[in-house]
């Protein structure tokens, strides 16, 4: 939701839920008693998890998705307590706030109510084992234990342990791409998609969304706090970016086309090389411009194409403002041509 619109006991609730790791604990505790089935019930379900680098067009894709009416997802009025979804929901369900539609912060169009689902499952990684990758410098590969893998295959059962008929989880989280091996030892059948967008267009979107959270939170500390706990350091004043390959250090300055054009490089660079044989990579522009692209994901995904959906993939493409590179930009070209050629071909091969 729009910052403006979290009152001052929204902003108390807020940092006592997320910012106070042994309360998130304890909810997540309480939480876990009231959960009647097990998790094996779920466990072999076709679960969605979409990822990505930011403006990949990740949220998009997991509304479509969501749209379907095939999936519960963590949504608005599952914060702040985001790890006890049974418990703040009837507590939640007493006092329902208006459910009026307004303009999310990035300023891109998409509009967000209480009932829009949410990349919020982060929280979870980040209080049981955010020290494992998350540093001053940056993000690092996640490998999580196998006890915390069961914990989190327990809290999406809690998730869809709520008062919905759904029993597949759709999971939109950036972060995801630190852990892929994770997820898909939690939930062996999921589907995990990975788009991808033409990088200079996706740089620039990235540099300009970084001037205007940067902007924003310079004027309020609150904006800044919230993304911090939910994990969301993919630009802004607590910018922090993946670091996946080691030793590798651009140098360019966080405000210039280059960092993002290398940062963009570097991330789908390490995703194409380490990850091919799991996630199906989509590139964003099929999606807007190849109607097979989507008829095939939803396929995939087990769930009606044709659904009247509020969210359509649009593509925007801006006049780029600013000096770069031309090498780095023709490198990152290179590696998005070749992740376009297996998209393609995998995507036509892809077996239910």
């Not at 788009?195 to 205007?212: C, G, I, K």
Request: include cysteine.
């Amino acid at each position: 939701m729009s910052h403006s619109d979290y009152r001052f006991i929204d902003r108390l609730l807020h940092r006592l839920a997320l910012h106070f790791k042994p309360v998130a604990e304890i909810s997540f505790d309480l939480d876990q008693l009231l959960v009647r089935a097990g998790p094996s019930e779920i466990s072999s379900q076709k679960h969605v998890f979409v990822s990505g680098l930011a403006r990949a067009g990740t949220t998009a894709l997991m509304r479509r998705l969501h749209d379907s009416g095939q999936f519960r997802s963590l949504t608005y009025r599952d914060m702040p307590f985001v790890l006890a979804p049974n418990i703040w929901g009837k507590l939640n369900s007493i006092s329902r706030r208006e459910n009026r539609s307004s303009e999310r912060t990035h300023g891109d169009g998409l509009s967000i109510n209480f009932d829009s689902p949410e990349s919020l499952d982060e929280v979870f990684w980040k209080i049981f084992d955010g020290d494992q990758y998350i540093s001053p410098e940056g993000l690092r590969p996640h490998i999580p234990s196998k006890e915390l893998i069961q914990k989190y295959v327990r809290y999406v059962n809690a998730i869809l342990s709520t008062e919905t008929p759904h029993r597949r989880y759709l999971s939109k989280n950036n972060n995801n791409i630190l852990r892929l091996d994770a997820i898909q030892q939690a939930f062996s059948k999921a589907l995990i998609l990975i788009p991808f967008r033409e990088p200079l267009q996706h740089a620039y979107s990235l540099l300009r969304q970084h001037r205007h959270f940067s902007s924003i939170q310079a004027e309020s500390k609150f904006v800044l706090s919230y993304m911090t706990w939910l994990g969301h350091h993919e630009f802004g004043l607590g910018h922090r970016r993946f670091l996946l390959e080691k030793g590798v250090n651009p140098g360019y300055p966080v405000d210039s086309l280059n960092y993002w054009l290398a940062l963009w490089s570097e991330v789908y660079s390490w995703l194409g090389y380490s990850n091919l044989q799991g996630p199906l990579f989509i590139a964003y522009e099929d999606l807007c411009s190849r109607e097979f692209t989507w008829m095939k994901l939803a396929e995939l995904a087990e769930i009606p194409s044709t659904r009247q959906c509020c969210c359509q993939f649009r593509l925007s493409v801006h006049p780029i403002e600013e000096g770069y590179d031309h090498a780095l930009a023709n490198r990152a070209s290179s590696i998005y041509n070749k992740l376009l050629n297996h998209s393609r071909k995998t995507l036509y091969t892809a077996q239910i």
